[in-house]
């Protein structure tokens, strides 16, 4: 027990010094940013949540050792949180009257992750639409600065263009994107415990996953008042509706892996799949609404009992 939590304080610190790579500036730091929860996940996933709470709390106070209150605040809000969460519900477990473990389902992992998300980014925004400066106005602000940075040679009419094309979006993107890579470290983690033996809980089907049905009223609710309001609630509305429907592109997804299981050449079919989803957003989009028709018309049921039939 005392290896374990030696283990988890150590994996802690290593997941908090990836968390601020970035800072140094070097090639290939940001990397290790996207990468900062997978340490605790390892922990997690392996020895409890308990380990992963320890885990989770020697990373905040490293964070603030070397970067301060706000680096620590940061640190437990968007890694150690939500990393300490998945770990929790991944390991909740019940015994079905025939016997059988019962796991808790990925699908309201995930579906709690995007609400988590969902309400940070509306709350911040809600804070302030009664201050002096939007959110819009202040992710405006951050692209200005990011891009005058990152692109210098940018004319102004370049960098206007660019900055208008992104800040519709941007809060909803990045929402998205941070599920996406908690997703993605959460998988990476229980792929090497299960090469190694040490998985407390067997990997799920990725082709049997199942959204809760609660999942569809917050987002069916944002998507409306993203059309129907203006202004900052309208800018709020939609960027937490696009975070609220990543659930459902995962689950897009699930279904098409049911789908190319049952042909030949399968895994070059994934292959040429992902790629696509790499370089287009319609298809990004298609998967999702193919997720959502899953969830409200139940494909995979209904066409597994064509088959039968």
Same mark, same amino acid.
């Given at each position: 027990?005392?290896?374990?939590?030696?283990?988890?304080?150590?994996?802690?610190?290593?997941?908090?010094?990836?968390?601020?790579?970035?800072?140094?500036?070097?090639p290939g730091a940001l990397l290790f940013a996207y990468l900062a929860t997978l340490p605790v996940f390892l922990i997690g996933f392996s020895f409890g949540p308990v /380990?992963?709470?320890?885990?989770?709390?020697?990373?905040? &106070? #490293?964070?603030? %050792? @070397?970067?301060? +209150?706000?680096?620590?605040? =940061?640190?437990?809000?968007?890694?150690?949180?939500?990393?300490?969460?998945?770990?929790?519900?991944?390991?909740?477990?019940?015994?079905?009257?025939?016997?059988?473990?019962?796991?808790?389902?990925?699908?309201?992992?995930?579906?709690?992750?995007?609400?988590?998300?969902?309400?940070?980014?509306?709350?911040?925004?809600?804070?302030?639409?009664?201050?002096?400066?939007?959110?819009?106005?202040?992710?405006?602000?951050?692209?200005?600065?990011?891009?005058?940075?990152?692109?210098?040679?940018?004319?102004?009419?370049?960098?206007?263009?660019?900055?208008?094309?992104?800040?519709?979006?941007?809060?909803? /993107?990045?929402?998205?994107?941070?599920?996406?890579?908690? &997703? #993605?470290?959460? %998988? @990476?983690?229980? +792929?090497?415990?299960?090469? =190694?033996?040490?998985?407390?809980?067997?990997?799920?089907?990725?082709?049997?996953?199942?959204?809760p049905h609660w999942l569809a009223w917050p987002m069916v609710v944002m998507a409306a008042i993203g059309l129907l309001a203006s202004g900052d609630l309208r800018y709020?509305?939609?960027?937490?509706?696009?975070?609220?429907?990543?659930?459902?592109?995962?689950?897009?997804?699930?279904?098409?892996?049911?789908?190319?299981?049952?042909?030949?050449?399968?895994?070059?079919?994934?292959?040429?799949?992902?790629?696509?989803?790499?370089?287009?957003?319609?298809?990004?989009?298609?998967?999702?609404?193919?997720g959502m028709a899953e969830q409200w018309a139940g494909l995979r049921n209904r066409f597994s009992t064509d088959e039968h039939n």
């Amino acid at each position: 027990m005392q290896k374990n939590m030696i283990i988890a304080v150590g994996g802690g610190g290593l997941s908090a010094a990836a968390s601020m790579a970035f800072l140094s500036g070097t090639p290939g730091a940001l990397l290790f940013a996207y990468l900062a929860t997978l340490p605790v996940f390892l922990i997690g996933f392996s020895f409890g949540p308990v /380990a992963a709470t320890v885990a989770g709390l020697s990373g905040f &106070v #490293i964070a603030g %050792l @070397l970067g301060g +209150t706000l680096a620590a605040s =940061m640190y437990g809000l968007v890694h150690a949180l939500p990393a300490w969460l998945v770990s929790r519900q991944s390991l909740l477990q019940t015994t079905a009257p025939d016997g059988q473990t019962v796991w808790y389902p990925v699908g309201s992992i995930l579906a709690s992750l995007a609400l988590f998300c969902a309400g940070f980014i509306g709350a911040v925004g809600l804070f302030m639409m009664g201050s002096a400066e939007s959110l819009a106005g202040l992710v405006s602000e951050y692209l200005y600065e990011a891009f005058g940075y990152m692109a210098p040679a940018m004319t102004a009419v370049e960098l206007e263009g660019m900055v208008n094309m992104l800040v519709s979006m941007f809060p909803g /993107a990045m929402g998205a994107s941070w599920v996406l890579m908690l &997703v #993605i470290n959460a %998988l @990476l983690a229980q +792929t090497v415990l299960v090469r =190694m033996a040490r998985n407390a809980r067997p990997s799920p089907r990725f082709a049997d996953l199942v959204l809760p049905h609660w999942l569809a009223w917050p987002m069916v609710v944002m998507a409306a008042i993203g059309l129907l309001a203006s202004g900052d609630l309208r800018y709020i509305a939609q960027n937490t509706a696009i975070i609220l429907a990543v659930p459902y592109f995962f689950l897009g997804l699930s279904v098409i892996h049911w789908a190319v299981r049952r042909l030949a050449f399968s895994t070059p079919l994934l292959v040429g799949l992902y790629l696509v989803l790499l370089i287009s957003s319609w298809a990004l989009l298609f998967v999702a609404a193919l997720g959502m028709a899953e969830q409200w018309a139940g494909l995979r049921n209904r066409f597994s009992t064509d088959e039968h039939n």
